[in-house]
């Protein structure tokens, strides 16, 4: 099994965190997003142990809320001890709903409106991540209307390309989010910064990308951004004393992606910091690391109900599930991969070779090319591993679709997360 919390029961059907697959799909109903949380936990556990080892015992981690955001996440996150990244208002709206701490909070976003600012800073947000000098100068201007001084941290690019899919590439030069460092205008957004009277810099922020695999952008970017500071201290004697190194360590979606060692990476990290802060006579920063994906993907199955197969002779084999890209669009939007299972037929060796078919009216809609399954028949119970990231964050209501439920397992046990959303739902906003 790609996870060690995924398992074979008696019945033959697939178990996740202890629970019946199958049952779970009859009690709660199709689609429906199951997430772990005793998954969710554990990585929660190594990122704040390996960072506090490695970088010292006020390193935190920020979980990235846009990865999966509702409620019920917010309290597991906070039992660990991590703090959050929130993109927009509607994401600082439910952390708080959740009774999540609002100084906890570092709002990212590359373009936030007067009003997104206004609400960040009256709701106490901890610190704002500014992504330009517009949001800069506009930052300035509220938080002085309202007679305060806001923590920030600038957004850097580093100028690094991250090997990852070009969608979710963020470090380059050319990039929408941040201010370069290698064009100069990273210094003068400091600068800039600087004059702010109702700005305070606590540091520097930076994101190279999203599922990335090489270490080695991660090791670059830490010692570009302390050469960055060391300059900005020489020339303008502002020492930056908080690096966030942004997040998206990369995730198993198939047997043949790579497992990273969480523990392995942040150590290399911190040499890499230690070796930089020698070279630059640089005082060691407090570390913040943004894991998202590899916080909730690993924890995440989604399951469906299939309405059997369609075997166009001489070309391929599909299945139909009644679900697809308003769930899951990640396969629409980048060709994303994934592990697919028969969880009615687990025992059953997958060597029915098929296509997976969402049911929205749009060819693109597919969660999976080309993968092995059971033969399944209708009414079989399948699942989609990997997808506790950027399903129910991304979804939509594409061909009135209500959203599906999230149900959480824990220590072999279920609850409801997150209700079905219903007909009347769908419609409740319309005139
Ligand atoms: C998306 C994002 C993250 C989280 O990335 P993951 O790949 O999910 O770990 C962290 N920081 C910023 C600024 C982001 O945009």
Redesign the pocket.
């Known amino acids: 099994m790609l996870h060690s919390n995924l398992g074979i029961n008696e019945q033959g059907h697939l178990t996740v965190g202890g629970v019946d697959a199958v049952s779970l799909a009859e009690r709660y109903g199709t689609p429906l997003y199951v997430l772990d949380e005793d998954v969710i936990r554990a990585k929660c556990r190594t990122y704040v142990y390996a960072m506090q080892e490695c970088f010292g015992a006020e390193a935190t981690p920020?979980y990235?809320s846009?990865?999966l955001c509702f409620k019920g996440i917010y309290p597991i996150v906070a039992s660990e001890g991590l703090a959050v990244?929130v993109?927009s208002p509607g994401e600082i709206y439910t952390a708080l709903a959740a009774g999540f701490p609002a100084e906890q909070m570092f709002f990212?976003g590359s373009n936030k409106t007067d009003a997104d600012i206004r609400y960040g800073i009256e709701s106490g947000v901890g610190i704002f991540?500014v992504d330009n000098l517009n949001e800069l100068a506009a930052l300035d201007r509220i938080a002085g209307e309202l007679g305060c001084r806001q923590p920030v941290m600038l957004?850097l690019t580093v100028g690094l390309d991250p090997h990852t899919l070009a969608a979710?590439t963020?470090g380059k030069v050319d990039s929408q989010?941040g201010v370069p460092i290698d064009t100069g205008q990273a210094e003068e957004f400091v600068l800039a910064a600087l004059k702010c009277e109702h700005v305070r810099i606590d540091g520097f922020?930076s994101?190279v990308?999203?599922?990335?695999f090489e270490s080695d952008s991660f090791m670059k970017q830490i010692e570009i951004l302390i050469r960055f500071a060391a300059d900005m201290r020489a020339k303008y004697h502002y020492t930056a004393t908080a690096i966030n190194i942004?997040?998206?360590?990369?995730v198993r979606y198939v047997e043949s992606d790579p497992e990273i060692d969480i523990a392995a990476r942040i150590a290399e990290i911190s040499v890499h910091l230690r070796d930089a802060c020698e070279e630059y006579n640089y005082p060691l920063p407090v570390i913040y690391m943004?894991?998202?994906?590899?916080?909730v993907?690993d924890a995440g199955v989604t399951l469906y109900t299939t309405g059997g197969v369609k075997e166009v002779n001489g070309y391929r084999n599909y299945i139909t599930i009644d679900g697809g890209m308003a769930d899951n669009p990640r396969f629409a939007l980048y060709g994303a991969k994934y592990t697919v299972l028969n969880a009615s037929r687990i025992s059953e060796p997958a060597e029915y070779e098929c296509t997976v078919a969402g049911r929205a009216c749009e060819s693109g809609d597919r969660i999976a090319e080309d993968v092995k399954i059971a033969r399944p028949e209708r009414g079989d119970v399948i699942a989609v591993l990997s997808t506790g990231?950027?399903n129910y964050s991304m979804a939509s209501n594409y061909n009135r679709l209500p959203r599906p439920a999230t149900v959480i397992v824990s220590g072999g046990q279920d609850r409801l997360a997150v209700r079905r959303e219903s007909f009347e739902d769908l419609i409740r906003n319309e005139l």
């Open positions: 920020l990235a846009k990865a990244d993109v990212h991540v957004r979710i963020t989010f922020h994101h990308g999203s599922q990335v942004g997040g998206g360590f990369a943004e894991p998202g994906r590899s916080i993907a990231a950027y």
